[in-house]
């Protein structure tokens, strides 16, 4: 049976991609680098972020997750998320790619991330 994630319906709207994750690590856990969790620079929001991306890629393959949903997932609030995902992509942790008024942003999260150093 083939994962509705894996459809050719669906490809085209992937907005979450992992590259460089062990496949073997991505069930039933939410596991972050430490080099992100030890890092100073970064709010406790944006490592929440980042830790809730990796949670929908994880869980489901392919997902679809707007601002509003994650604030809500985090019950935070949505300029909140926001700012966080700045914040990631700013520092090279996130690449977002904008498709276009009313369409959801295709976040490639990223493993290796160069120091800012």
Same mark, same amino acid.
């Given at each position: *049976? @083939?994962? $509705?994630? @894996? /459809?050719?319906? !669906? @490809? =085209?709207?992937?907005?979450?991609?992992?590259?460089?994750?062990? #496949?073997?690590?991505?069930? =039933?856990? +939410?596991?972050? #680098?430490? &080099? $992100?969790?030890?890092?100073?620079?970064?709010? !406790? &929001? &944006?490592?929440?972020?980042?830790?809730?991306? $990796?949670?929908?890629?994880?869980?489901?393959?392919? %997902? !679809? #997750?707007?601002?509003? /949903? *994650?604030?809500?997932?985090? =019950? +935070?609030?949505? #300029?909140? %998320?926001?700012?966080?995902?700045?914040?990631?992509? =700013?520092?090279?942790?996130? @690449?977002?790619?904008?498709?276009?008024?009313?369409?959801?942003?295709?976040?490639?999260?990223?493993? +290796? %991330?160069?120091?800012?150093?």
């Amino acid at each position: *049976m @083939e994962k $509705l994630a @894996e /459809t050719r319906a !669906f @490809e =085209g709207r992937q907005n979450i991609v992992l590259d460089g994750f062990d #496949p073997i690590s991505s069930g =039933g856990f +939410t596991q972050i #680098p430490n &080099a $992100l969790l030890n890092d100073k620079l970064l709010s !406790f &929001a &944006a490592k929440a972020v980042y830790s809730k991306l $990796l949670s929908y890629a994880w869980s489901n393959n392919r %997902v !679809f #997750p707007g601002e509003d /949903t *994650m604030a809500e997932d985090l =019950g +935070t609030s949505q #300029p909140t %998320v926001s700012r966080a995902l700045g914040e990631l992509e =700013g520092d090279g942790w996130l @690449e977002i790619v904008r498709r276009g008024q009313g369409k959801t942003n295709v976040y490639i999260l990223k493993h +290796t %991330v160069s120091p800012k150093y």
